[in-house]
């Protein structure tokens, strides 16, 4: 198979439709070598190079006026070596396939986050995490990486080779080459047991160390508007299987989370006066429940209706008190919020710009309804994440540029000057990372 090149202005868009970029062409090379040669072609013409997946990222991590590449026809498994117990994949596969393919070989993730529609390379080149008590990010779970750099070299890097470029690029925001394949530690395939359970917002906040220590994962939505939250732990399980039964699991995961959802998100869109009392209904609608299925089917869950996002990684134990201060802050404002506030956890980890990069962390996401006026909320909540030392997420909406990023990553540095060493040309520069990473 030969890959394709279609040349024009136009038009790309994120999945949210806030960011849109028009590429001079958009390249879909069906090998490494074919993308090595796009990467030489773009450098030879004079254009910058930027890798997209599926669009799944907030930012304009992806935007560009040169050359677009699309991975979509490098997808699928490369290996699989069961005694390393590892699996090699090509960087366009979407983690929805990788999941499949994996569970049909008895294998699985570790962990992983809640939604699985984004490429291998996207969701980890940005950060993408689920929560856990000891399981990290998907980037974390990198064993390997290939790598086409500025040069249009293929450059392999793991622990033992490369290990400078590995430190960086597992979370390498697009910025130092375009990944062609990753390899990840994969592990039998095991079953979970998800206990989704209503929680008082005074209640889980104050019990939150112990349930996070109780729980391998734990996280909650809290509804603004209300004292109330729904609470979601998930714990490895002997079994047996016992998924939600079809029906009960249509009403809860697309008819309520979904079709419904999205009507009142609409609702409250063209008339926020009513969000807070569709916060209390909805907050009360959906109910308690216990199922156990394999890893990916209960990490992640169909996201349909469509929003912005803003992430801020905090120091786990000062994660609460932050949320306790956005609770007060919408409160006292005018400000109406349709959509739940989630928290997640997730270990310290070694990768240089990873939000959990040195420090255990605790993770406050907030969103609002695709073309509901943003900009009030997301400052105000980026105001109280800074206070606190917030780390932003790289894939999701933020204002934070490099001289404040440069003060909580401690090897933020490290991050620069390999860039300086494998892009000192900026091929694969765009504005976005020239305001993060700087010049």
């Known amino acids: 198979m030969s890959g394709t090149t279609k040349t024009g202005r136009s038009t790309w868009r994120n999945w949210a439709g806030n960011v849109t970029a028009r590429p001079v062409r958009e390249v879909s090379p069906a090998s490494v070598e074919e993308l090595a040669d796009a990467v030489r072609k773009a450098a030879e013409d004079g254009f910058k190079v930027k890798a997209v997946g599926t669009g799944h990222s907030f930012t304009a991590a992806a935007a560009t006026d040169g050359v ?36 049909r070989e008895g294998l699985s993730l570790t962990n992983m986050g809640d939604i699985m529609d984004q490429t291998v390379a996207g969701a980890t080149s940005t950060g993408t995490h689920g929560t856990g008590r000891e399981s990290a990010s998907i980037a974390a779970q990198i064993r390997a990486l290939e790598l086409v750099t500025a040069d249009g070299s293929v450059l392999t890097c793991s622990e033992k080779e490369n290990p400078d470029v590995f430190a960086a690029a597992r ?88 079709g419904v959802f999205q009507v009142v998100s609409s609702l409250g869109r063209a008339a926020p006066t009513t969000i807070p009392a569709i916060a209390r209904i909805s907050s009360r609608a959906l109910s308690a429940r216990t199922y156990t299925d394999i890893p990916y089917k209960v990490f992640t869950s169909p996201r349909r209706v469509r929003f912005l996002e803003m992430e801020y990684a905090l120091p786990r134990e000062a994660a609460i008190g932050a949320l306790r201060e956005v609770k007060a802050m919408i409160e006292r404002s005018p400000l109406r919020v349709g959509f739940p506030v989630e928290v997640r956890t997730a270990p310290a980890d070694d990768i240089a710009l990873s939000t959990a990069s040195g420090r255990e962390s605790a993770y406050i996401a907030v969103h609002l309804y695709k073309g509901t006026p943003f900009q009030a909320y997301f400052t105000a909540v980026e105001r109280i994440m800074t206070a606190h030392g917030g780390r932003p997420h790289w894939g999701k909406v933020h204002t934070r540029d490099a001289d404040y990023l440069a003060e909580v990553y401690p090897r933020f540095g490290e991050f620069t000057a390999l860039r300086d060493r494998l892009d000192p040309e900026r091929l694969f520069g765009n504005d976005y990372l020239r305001r993060v990473l700087g010049d």
Request: net charge negative; aromatic share 8%.
């Open 171 to 258: 979370i390498g925001l697009g910025a130092l080459g375009v990944v062609s394949a990753i390899t990840f530690a994969v592990e039998p395939v095991f079953l979970l047991t998800a206990r989704e359970e209503p929680m008082a917002f005074d209640k889980v906040t104050a019990e939150f160390d112990a349930l996070f220590a109780e729980n391998e994962h734990f996280e909650f939505y809290w509804f603004p508007h209300t004292g109330n939250c729904n609470t979601k732990r998930n714990n490895r399980s002997a079994g047996p299987a016992a998924p939600p039964g079809q029906i009960s699991g249509w009403i809860e995961d697309e008819l309520l989370s979904n």
């Open 68 to 103: 677009l590449i699309r991975p979509e026809l490098l997808t699928g498994i490369r290996d699989i070596d069961r005694t390393a117990m590892t699996v090699t994949v090509e960087a366009g596969t979407p983690l929805k396939r990788l999941n499949v393919a994996l569970a």
